[in-house]
């Protein structure tokens, strides 16, 4: 039998090289020099943020059939690149101006400058509602009774005798919310014009938030779950247990898994599409930059579960996890005041960078 050799490093990145040479090639026809040193940087800025997003999709992707695998870099990728990256940051001035949809689109086409004001005077809307989410999935981490590998030992290992006391995740999620309640900015300065704004534009995405990670949560449960016992063992034929699995938890799972990842990514997404416009105001050299971003993500998510990069790193995951729950942290301080991109990047690569180095020296001594 012929050993399949193994595919290269670079061949994973194929799609990203592609999408990035179109991409520089309409920057250029679009705005010359100027759209490719802004492209090109909006993509470096969306790799950097994102990293402990391709961790986190690899170990949802691990566990998924082949054939959502492929669905999660083609369906996935056009949800990613034009959804999130095109059509949400219009959609966020629809929902919070009194524009119709097609004066939200006019605006983001013919006029950027105005198009950002808008934009930025929904920050604290959109950093309230995707810090919220994103520290829902660190605190499942965190609270979960069932972990048997503990990185921060004395934070881990105490969370998760604290998790069978109760759902301390909702506790600590309703009296965040509680507190931000109380010291939730009723201004924020915008061009350097303060601007009034009611608490419950901040109160309330952080409450959509906690219920978008419960409704999800709860489809999961619903489609992992095909209704009915089956014994695997008791049944006549191995391609009846095929069959079976695959017409159950694989197929179904992997569905709920998709969801979950496009959703996990456009939480991801927000600092980016946000700071993109410190960069440029153009959406189309917003959405190519970031786009070639998210398919140098999506590319290194593939990388890894193909290469065992995190079974094979113990302690990746709950690096990635910290990163989720830094991220969350500084999402929600950025209702009060800005953050730099410098130390958001720092939150997403040095808890990642750290666990990735322990999990190296775990194994030489476990060999």
């Given at each position: 039998?012929?050993?399949?050799?193994?595919?290269?490093?670079?061949?994973?990145?194929?799609?990203?090289?592609?999408?990035?040479?179109?991409?520089?090639?309409?920057?250029?026809?679009?705005?010359?020099?100027?759209?490719?040193?802004?492209?090109?940087?909006?993509?470096i800025l969306e790799l950097s943020l994102s990293f402990d997003n391709a961790v986190v999709n690899a170990l949802i992707l691990v566990n998924m059939p082949p054939l959502w695998r492929r669905r999660f870099l083609t369906w996935g990728m056009v949800i990613a690149v034009f959804g999130v990256r095109l059509i949400f940051p219009i959609l966020i001035v629809f929902a919070t101006t009194d524009?119709?949809?097609?004066?939200?689109?006019?605006?983001?086409?013919?006029?950027?400058?105005?198009?950002?004001?808008?934009?930025?005077?929904?920050?604290?809307?959109?950093?309230?509602?995707?810090?919220?989410?994103?520290?829902?999935?660190?605190?499942?981490?965190?609270?979960?009774?069932?972990?048997?590998?503990?990185?921060?030992?004395?934070?881990?290992?105490?969370?998760?005798?604290?998790?069978?006391?109760?759902?301390?995740?909702?506790?600590?999620?309703?009296?965040?919310?509680?507190?931000?309640?109380?010291?939730?900015?009723?201004?924020?300065?915008?061009?350097?014009?303060?601007?009034?704004?009611?608490?419950?534009?901040?109160?309330?995405?952080?409450?959509?938030?906690?219920?978008?990670?419960?409704?999800?949560?709860?489809?999961?449960?619903?489609?992992?779950?095909?209704?009915?016992?089956?014994?695997?063992?008791?049944?006549?034929?191995?391609?009846?247990?095929?069959?079976?699995?695959?017409?159950?938890?694989?197929?179904?799972?992997?569905?709920?898994?998709?969801?979950?990842?496009?959703?996990?990514?456009?939480?991801?997404?927000?600092?980016?599409?946000?700071?993109?416009?410190?960069?440029?105001?153009?959406?189309?050299?917003?959405?190519?930059?970031?786009?070639?971003?998210?398919?140098?993500?999506?590319?290194?998510?593939?990388?890894?579960?193909?290469?065992?990069?995190?079974?094979?790193?113990?302690?990746?995951?709950?690096?990635?996890?910290?990163?989720?729950?830094?991220?969350?942290?500084?999402?929600?301080?950025?209702?009060?005041?800005?953050?730099?991109?410098?130390?958001?990047?720092?939150?997403?690569?040095?808890?990642?960078?750290?666990?990735?180095?322990?999990?190296?020296?775990?194994?030489?001594?476990?060999?």
């Amino acid at each position: 039998m012929v050993e399949q050799k193994q595919k290269s490093t670079l061949s994973y990145f194929n799609t990203f090289f592609v999408f990035f040479g179109i991409s520089v090639i309409i920057e250029f026809f679009y705005m010359g020099l100027l759209g490719i040193v802004q492209g090109s940087t909006l993509t470096i800025l969306e790799l950097s943020l994102s990293f402990d997003n391709a961790v986190v999709n690899a170990l949802i992707l691990v566990n998924m059939p082949p054939l959502w695998r492929r669905r999660f870099l083609t369906w996935g990728m056009v949800i990613a690149v034009f959804g999130v990256r095109l059509i949400f940051p219009i959609l966020i001035v629809f929902a919070t101006t009194d524009l119709s949809l097609v004066e939200s689109f006019s605006l983001a086409f013919n006029n950027p400058v105005e198009y950002e004001k808008v934009i930025m005077a929904s920050h604290h809307i959109v950093m309230a509602f995707g810090g919220m989410f994103l520290l829902m999935i660190f605190l499942s981490f965190l609270f979960n009774e069932n972990k048997d590998v503990y990185w921060i030992a004395f934070i881990e290992k105490y969370a998760s005798r604290w998790s069978s006391i109760g759902d301390l995740k909702i506790l600590i999620a309703i009296l965040t919310i509680a507190i931000i309640g109380i010291y939730a900015p009723t201004q924020i300065l915008v061009e350097e014009v303060l601007k009034d704004i009611d608490k419950s534009d901040i109160v309330l995405p952080m409450i959509y938030g906690i219920l978008l990670y419960l409704c999800i949560e709860f489809l999961r449960g619903i489609l992992e779950d095909d209704g009915q016992k089956h014994d695997l063992d008791n049944m006549e034929t191995e391609r009846e247990k095929i069959e079976h699995i695959a017409n159950s938890k694989l197929a179904k799972g992997g569905l709920a898994s998709f969801i979950y990842l496009e959703l996990i990514d456009m939480s991801f997404s927000f600092d980016g599409v946000l700071g993109a416009f410190a960069v440029s105001q153009n959406i189309i050299i917003i959405m190519l930059g970031l786009g070639a971003g998210a398919f140098a993500v999506r590319n290194l998510t593939i990388l890894m579960v193909d290469r065992g990069i995190v079974a094979e790193y113990k302690y990746l995951e709950h690096g990635a996890m910290w990163s989720v729950g830094l991220l969350s942290i500084s999402m929600i301080i950025q209702i009060f005041v800005h953050l730099p991109h410098g130390l958001i990047i720092a939150f997403a690569i040095i808890p990642i960078a750290v666990a990735f180095i322990q999990s190296i020296k775990e194994n030489k001594l476990n060999l």
